[in-house]
């Protein structure tokens, strides 16, 4: 999908506390918030340079949620018992948080 419209393989997402994590595009677009972001031509600088900007996630929030995509990027189409994705509980609230806000 990427390569055939001269989009980056890669997106990359920046913290609130400035941490950048450079992920697939294609697990980012799990996200229904980011794949509108991405794929809105023209709404959002974000779908021409590829960068987003979460002033209200935490790096550490952030990055479990990129875990998140490419845990359910593995198992998307499983037919074999998936493993429990952990969520450590001091950062269960704030994960559920950005999930939510993430559409994921």
Known sequence: MAASTGESEYVTLE???GFQFIVHREAAMLSGTVRNM???AGQFTESTEGVIHFRDIKA???EKVC???YYKARHLNS???I???EIEPEYALETLMAADF???
């Open 15 to 17: 913290s609130s506390d």
């Open 38 to 40: 991405l794929s809105s």
């Open 60 to 62: 550490v929030i952030l």
């Open 67 to 69: 875990k998140y995509w």
């Open 79 to 81: 037919v074999t018992e």
């Open 83 to 85: 493993p429990h994705f």
């Open 102 to 104: 993430l559409d994921t």
